[in-house]
């Protein structure tokens, strides 16, 4: 690895630790404060730790992919479905926010496995299955993460399975340090700071890229012309409607400390104010790493003349899509549907809802929080993902890199190669990238597996939990217990995960890489129907309900179906089956779910 990119790394994985050791607090008296927030958090920390977590290593190799082979359609199918899914969301707000503030209320759990099992009987069972399925999918994402950013070093620095587990073991570890000591306020705002220095290292290796790209004077291909006007598009969208404000600088005050004395509330520590100049200094730097993206930009489209532009970029999109039918569907329904059933959204919204009733916020200022978080939430992170897509397309061009079977990897290998100062510069900042991808979305999943194995798994062994009275006094034990369940959890998935490697040789790009995570969805995906059902019941006057025994089925089976397709794909090869998995899974648990009220309906009393 460079000295350039080494130090730029330590400097920001040592950045991400510092408002994580400005939150700590020694003890948490509830476990909301821990597992949902310790300090009232801004929206804008929730929205930027929700764009932070939405753009993960994994959503950057397939995207990377189809931009160097010049496949728009999926790129854009799939922003445009994670969009439209955090949209869903705010549809479906009315009683999701009822049940938390509820629960908030009461110190109750706030997970969508307790929100599932209130809506269908109220049987422990539902909330247990619902988030063992929930915790086994964002380990397994976790693990994914870590092998993906192990997986695109190895023509870097690592050249044999030992090291790259050794290297997955070091994330975890951050992941760790990141997440354990101030719960999950801290891990908002780490991700929050992950995000600030994504967005300028991200910028940075862009522009340097077109800088070999104009150096080069290669012939620009359609699609090529496409993601040149496309970046010069974003950018200057995210310069227009960011108004230099990427992070939030707000105040860290020692009432987060936990002080009780009295004294110096309100004061900011030295510490703090260093920390939010810093954050300041991101927003002008991202800023003016935008605006030479888009100059350099503007020189390549000047250089190829008005009717070029015009033609190369309209052929681009004309050219459609190598995918078939069935994939173009599974890439529309998984992140159409899984922002609804993803647990960290539903913990980032609690944090947005404790906050607000802490403060005394009225119901429509609160609304109007929450609808500015998920508008820009849903805007950005479909957007960054179109531009992964056009940054893979640049890269490959820029560097001649070969098009064909794991291309990220060889473009990093292709990088790494170059005898250069802008290429040694354009690949340390996109490991920097790369890191704050990978730790922002390992962190905040790992804070939501911790929240739901405390809330909802936890107390099925020790029922002295759910008494309010006896939690205060137990809850140092039961944060320890957690933490405990999960380190023993993650061993195991990282054995399969090795397990697995060494059997099939998963690459980053391959499909049974892809079989795995797909997988891991499938798990959530089987809580759509038992959510929405409730919902669309309540505003139809019907009640949208099942009965436990019913939303045992329903979740078992699912699952089921969508890990049985994935498992045929891998027996066989058979790449349909690997597609099909998505729509199998949601359309196995919407039938289920429709004999359950049509037998309801025929039989009073048997839901």
């Known amino acids: 690895m460079p000295l350039l990119a080494f130090a730029l790394l330590a400097v920001s994985l040592a950045i991400y630790l510092v408002p994580v050791h400005l939150l700590r607090r020694k003890a948490y008296e509830r476990a909301q404060d821990y597992f949902v927030s310790s300090e009232p958090t801004p929206p804008g920390v929730i929205q930027n730790s929700s764009i932070a977590y939405a753009l993960r290593v994994t959503t950057f190799g397939p995207f990377f992919a189809w931009g160097a082979t010049g496949d728009f359609w999926p790129a854009i199918v799939t922003s445009a479905a994670l ?21 908030l209320r009461r110190d109750l759990s706030i997970t969508i496995h307790e ?14 299955l619902a988030s063992g399925l929930t915790v086994f999918a964002l380990s397994g994402l976790v693990i994914g993460e870590a092998f993906g950013v192990a ?32 719960g999950n306020s801290g891990v908002m705002r780490s991700a929050q700071s992950q995000l600030g220095l994504l967005y300028p290292t991200l910028f940075g290796s862009t522009a340097l890229l077109l800088y070999m790209l104009i150096s080069s004077v290669r012939p620009m291909p359609p699609h090529g012309t496409f993601a040149v006007e496309f970046l010069v598009a974003f950018c200057a969208v995210m310069i227009c409607y960011r108004r230099s404000r990427y992070v939030d600088a707000s105040p860290i005050t020692r009432t987060n400390y936990g002080n009780t004395d009295g004294t110096d509330l309100g004061r900011e520590p030295p510490g703090v104010r260093v920390f939010r100049w ?83 916020l009225g119901p429509c200022q609160r609304l109007a929080a929450l609808r500015r978080v998920l508008r820009i939430y849903a805007t950005e992170s479909p957007l960054v993902w179109l531009f992964m897509c056009m940054f893979g397309a640049i890269a490959v061009l820029a560097t001649a890199t070969p098009v064909g079977g794991d291309v990220m990897q060889a473009f990093m290998g292709q990088l790494a190669s170059e005898d250069n100062l802008v290429a040694a510069a ?31 798994i936890l107390p099925a062994f020790w029922p002295e939990l759910m008494s309010r009275s006896a939690q205060a006094a137990k809850e140092a034990i039961a944060t320890r217990r957690t933490i405990m369940a999960a380190g023993a959890l993650y061993l195991v998935i990282i054995i399969v995960f090795y397990v697995a490697d060494r059997y099939r040789q998963i690459g980053f790009a391959s499909s049974t890489f892809l079989a795995l995570l797909f997988a891991l969805y499938c798990a959530q995906l ?21 009965s436990p025994r019913w939303a045992l089925v329903i979740l078992g089976s699912s699952s089921a179906i969508g890990l049985g397709t994935v498992i045929v794909y891998i027996m066989t090869g058979n790449e349909s089956s690997l597609w099909a998995a998505v729509p199998a899974c949601l359309g196995s648990g919407l039938l289920l779910f429709t004999v359950a009220r049509l037998l309801s309906g025929a039989r009073p009393g048997a839901a």
């Open 83 to 103: 969009g439209l899914g955090i949209c869903l969301i705010y549809v479906l707000r009315r009683l999701m926010l009822e049940f938390l503030d509820d629960a």
């Open 115 to 128: 929100f599932i099992a209130r809506q269908h009987g109220n049987d422990p069972r539902v909330r247990l």
């Open 151 to 182: 997986t695109l070093l190895k023509p870097v620095l690592l050249d044999h399975v030992a090291g790259t587990y050794l290297f997955i073991f070091g994330m975890l570890t951050l992941m760790v340090l990141y997440t354990i000591p101030s």
């Open 278 to 360: 810093y954050e300041k200094k991101l927003n002008g730097w991202i800023t003016a790493l935008a605006a030479a993206v888009i100059g350099l930009s503007l020189m390549e489209l000047i250089s190829e003349g008005l009717p070029a532009i015009a033609h190369n970029g309209a052929a681009a999109l004309q050219t459609g899509t190598r995918m078939s039918n069935t994939a173009l569907a599974a890439l529309f329904l998984l992140p159409l549907f899984y922002p609804i059933v993803d647990m960290t959204n539903w913990q980032r919204i609690a944090a947005l809802e404790k906050d607000g009733e802490s403060s005394d």
């Open 426 to 456: 354009a690949m340390s900042l996109l490991l920097v990238s790369l890191f704050a991808m990978a730790l922002s979305t390992m962190s905040s999943a790992f804070s939501a597996s911790l929240c739901a194995i405390r809330y909802d």
């Open 526 to 546: 089987s809580f759509v129907p038992l959510i929405l059902g409730p919902v669309i019941g309540r505003t139809s006057g019907g009640r949208g309900t099942v």
